[in-house]
């Protein structure tokens, strides 16, 4: 049990208690920011004659040492310390002596933790917007070998009117441009130093508060020392967009569910994203699709556990806050995975666009433009609307699509059809005439595309 405080208490922790209060199972990943906190911490103490020239060196190459150490495995971050800040100075005292107990001169575990939770998120916060990237190129790449592929569009999971594939995935490469923006906003707020605000209300200490934060890089350093060590917004803010980006892909998960079906067929799934049943031997089932729809749920429990730990607390720091990192912690590592295995399986999903094609021309997706078509030829909207609601139910009664009728079945519903309606509503003109800006109609889906390349090209990453 090695505490960093001990001398005002009379009796030993209980145990019980001890391993309660203790974080180090789950802080021990903030070990390599934390090292970099207290290297910018004593640069500046030494700066500022806190600390002699001679400590600082001393402290300086014993926290790489530790750096070394950890990373090839030679100490291991265990259980007999409370936390990952009383590990590093623990074990840097144990090998440097006298210089490693200066080091957390004018500094509290408040602002520390505070500082390596930033840290700490905002290079995760760089990390899931460059798997985002990915996934973008991913689908701008299918965007670009689709134009011409057909398929239905759908409202209330009815067939609606004919789309393209290459415009279908565009509403997705606009979600996941938007998780993007979240992310860069957030980066920019959160980008503000808390290290020198102290256990709440600064230290006499004449720190330099701007040289730590401009050596950490960021932007400068946060204003308020209370608000510093308080403050998790970033972190809220980050799990939001995760939760964001996790209902997106879960939305595209279902269906890609729904398209892999046996019924649909429109997709099929790699068999490297697939599993099989141990009863069913003809089984191949969409599990990635289902368990990153899975996840979602747990992505939101972080954002509501997070907030609620939140919203009570007095100001300034409260152990409370340490509840802030398994569920953060596990909300990033998931999300991120998604994201990445998502990728994977729409990068080997191969599309069945005959199929997709023949569904785009059934179910009546071209009423509209039969509707249309007789605008055209002067009729009000709302009779056209009428007349084409009678002509589907004749077909259904012959079990014909609108263009598997004559032109005098068509006529007997309206005199105005004529030869010219076939042209007017086969699935070419239907898309094809769609031109109004982000619509599926080719000259429109190569916009689109053209500007999703720019932005790619201008958005490189964080
Ligand atoms: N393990 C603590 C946390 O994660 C570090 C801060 C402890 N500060 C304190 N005053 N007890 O929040």
């Excluded at 990068?347 to 179910?363: L, V, W």
Aim: with cysteine; aromatic share 8%.
């Amino acid at each position: 049990m090695a505490q960093l405080w001990g001398g005002r208490f009379k009796d030993k922790t209980d145990k019980e208690v001890y391993d309660f209060n203790a974080s180090i199972n789950f802080d021990k990943r903030l070990i390599y920011v934390d090292i970099c906190g207290s290297r910018a911490h004593v640069k500046m103490l030494s700066k500022q004659g806190i600390l002699t020239e001679s400590d600082k060196n001393a402290i300086l190459k014993g926290l790489d040492g530790i750096e070394e150490d950890v990373k090839s495995g030679k100490i291991l971050i265990t259980d007999e310390y409370e936390d990952v800040h009383s590990f590093v100075e623990a074990v840097l005292t144990e090998r440097i002596g006298e210089p490693g107990k200066r080091l957390h001169t004018g500094r509290s575990r408040n602002d520390q933790v505070a500082l390596d939770m930033r840290l700490y998120t905002r290079s995760r916060v760089a990390g899931t917007d460059n798997l985002l990237r990915t996934l973008l190129e991913s689908i701008l790449d299918t965007m670009k070998e689709n134009t011409e592929t057909y398929m239905p569009g759908f409202t209330h999971l009815q067939k609606a009117q004919p789309i393209t594939l290459a415009h279908h995935y565009g509403a997705y490469f606009e979600m996941f441009r938007r998780d993007r923006g979240r992310l860069a906003d957030l980066y920019k707020r959160m980008n503000e130093c808390p290290l020198g605000a102290g256990a709440l209300a600064g230290t006499t200490y004449p720190l330099d508060r701007d040289f730590t934060a401009s050596e950490l890089g960021f932007d400068g350093p946060t204003r308020n020392s209370i608000d510093s060590v308080a403050d998790r917004d970033y972190l809220l803010e980050y799990l939001f967009t995760l939760s964001t980006t996790m209902m997106h892909l879960s939305r595209f998960c279902e269906e890609i569910i729904i398209w892999n079906s046996n019924e649909y067929q429109f997709v099929e799934i790699d068999d490297a994203f697939s599993t099989g049943s141990s009863i069913m031997p003809q089984k191949k089932n969409p599990d990635i699709a289902e368990l990153v729809r899975g996840k979602t749920g747990r992505v939101y429990g972080s954002l509501m556990s997070l907030l609620t730990t939140m919203k009570g607390l007095p100001l300034a720091y409260n152990k409370d806050m340490q509840e802030d990192k398994e569920v953060a912690f596990d909300a990033m590592d998931n999300a991120d995975n998604c994201i990445h295995l998502f990728t994977g399986m729409i990068k080997t999903m191969k599309f069945r666009k005959e199929r997709m094609a023949k569904s785009a021309m059934n179910g009546f997706t071209n009423a509209t433009d039969a509707a249309d078509y007789l605008v055209g030829k002067n009729v009000a909207f709302r009779d056209a609307h009428r007349i084409v609601g009678e002509l589907v139910l004749a077909c259904i009664d012959k079990n014909k699509s609108i263009e598997e009728m004559s032109l005098e079945e068509l006529k007997e519903i309206s005199p105005v059809f004529d030869k010219d309606v076939y042209d007017a509503i086969s699935l070419e003109t239907c898309v094809g005439k769609r031109l109004t800006v982000g619509a599926p109609g080719k000259d429109a889906i190569l916009t689109e595309i053209a500007l999703s390349e720019d932005y790619l090209k201008s958005n490189p990453g964080l």
